[in-house]
């Protein structure tokens, strides 16, 4: 469980950027975008970096700044040119790569700082959802300048929103309330409350081989499995990380596993099906490690950012060798 990796670490450092999300392109194989803001996020500007892979290593294909700090980026899943991102001035942006300069379209409703987007995966829904400081919930369409439906429930900063990709209409929320919340968008309203941690949780994600698993990643250092028939009790619980875990991603490839990286600096690799779970620790950087990404091209490839101004792609040893 060392840091070594199967291959290669492609390293990409850009000074004065402290990395919050990193994506991989759903179209193109290697594309990568990466979130990021000076000043780790407190004050000053934002960036929106594009990245390819080459035999050499990571290069910048696109570079657009904005006036506040970037939190996190998803891309269109209907047009591999355009991307969203969302920022510290409560705005979500619309980018489009074909394109040098930007945002198309600003869209600014939050009160305060967005820290959570993405676009839904299921086939016939156009849509975003946005989770800000501000304690609501947005939908919305991209097409749209405004805001369809506003959800409010919360009662402390939303951190992560992601939408169902097995059910339309359904997304799931994480709050400092300390709830995982599930919503549906045709009943405007929550469907679903769990208290998850007795801490703040700052990250969720949908199994994607199981339309009823969540797992949520906290304050608490703990990663819990949810079960939504039955979310009296977790399904699992992963420990071993020391300080709160930042995001958390299940694997495209694999249906028991999943990653999670945190303020520890490291990022873990899990199968929760396991009596060991624990798959691999990578320790590769030196500041609070924000952004997580799994291929949905190569099933051995992850990419991350951190607050040391990298980004890294890389195949962990877990993922190239059979689980």
Not at 182 to 190: E, M, P, R, T
Not at 270 to 289: G, M, Y
């Amino acid at each position: 469980m060392s840091a070594a990796h199967g291959g290669s670490v492609r390293t990409l450092r850009v000074p004065g950027r402290h990395g919050y999300a990193a994506e991989f392109s759903p179209y193109l194989p290697g594309r990568l975008a990466c979130a990021a803001a000076q000043h780790y996020g407190i004050a000053g500007c934002g960036t929106l970096l594009i990245l390819d892979q080459d035999e050499s290593g990571l290069r910048i294909f696109r570079s657009f700044d904005w006036n506040d700090g970037l939190f996190d980026v998803t891309w269109s899943e209907n047009n591999e040119h355009v991307l969203v991102t969302c920022s510290g001035d409560g705005s979500l942006q619309l980018w489009d790569t074909a394109k040098p300069t930007g945002p198309l379209q600003v869209y600014k409703e939050h009160t305060q700082e967005v820290y959570s987007v993405d676009w839904s995966q299921t086939r016939g829904e156009h849509l975003v959802v946005s989770g800000s400081w501000d304690q609501t919930i947005k939908l919305w369409d991209p097409n749209v300048g405004k805001s369809l439906c506003t959800f409010r429930g919360h009662e402390s900063v939303i951190y992560s929103t992601i939408w169902s990709p097995h059910m339309p209409g359904c997304f799931a929320s994480a709050s400092g309330d300390q709830t995982l919340r599930i919503w549906d968008v045709k009943a405007a309203g929550v469907r679903i409350v769990v208290p998850a941690h007795q801490a703040e949780v700052l990250s969720c994600d949908w199994c994607k081989y199981n339309e009823n698993l969540l797992v949520t990643g906290a304050v608490d250092c703990s990663l819990r499995g949810w079960d939504l028939r039955n979310v009296r009790q977790p399904v699992f619980e992963l420990l071993g990380h020391t300080y709160a875990i930042r995001r958390v991603k299940f694997s495209p490839f694999h249906s028991s596993v999943l990653a999670s990286c945190s303020y520890d600096f490291t990022v873990r690799f899990w199968n929760f099906s396991k009596p060991d779970p624990l798959l691999e620790i990578v320790d590769h950087h030196t500041e609070f490690t924000c952004g997580l990404d799994l291929s949905l091209q190569s099933p051995t490839q992850v990419a991350d950012c951190a607050w040391d101004e990298t980004i890294k792609i890389y195949d962990p040893v877990c993922l190239t060798v059979p689980a």
